[in-house]
């Protein structure tokens, strides 16, 4: 069974910065290497967002306006973990972040065209 688990997440004040990490296993993820990798959010009360979108290749990657030159997704292949460095946080970034993941196809920030699912991590920012 192919697994998502992110970590990393946590408190943190405004202007500082986290990392997350999404570690992927399982025996049939093989078939995940030629699509894309996708972290999205969920703040209290609102929808399920996209963040950033990446190809395993890192050929491409797009991120969602509200992110852009704050953060930053790169990955280790070799580890089948991806990771979401977030710096200059501010409160509205708080919310529970979620990796995913899906086989192929273009680009899209539905977060329905990704069909694993990691559990979650919650990142607060507050003073």
Known sequence: QVQLV???GGLVQPGGSLRLSCAASGGTFSRYVMGWMG????????EREFVVGRTWSGVSTYYAD??????TISSDNAKNTVY?????????DTAVYYCASRQSGAYS?????YDL???GTQVTVSS
């Open 66 to 71: 509200s992110v852009k030159g704050r953060f």
């Open 117 to 119: 699912w990691g559990q």
């Open 6 to 8: 992110e970590s990393g």
């Open 84 to 92: 979401l460095q977030m710096n200059s946080l501010k409160p509205e």
């Open 39 to 46: 972290w999205f959010r969920r703040a209290p009360g609102k």
């Open 109 to 113: 920030p539905s977060p329905a065209s």
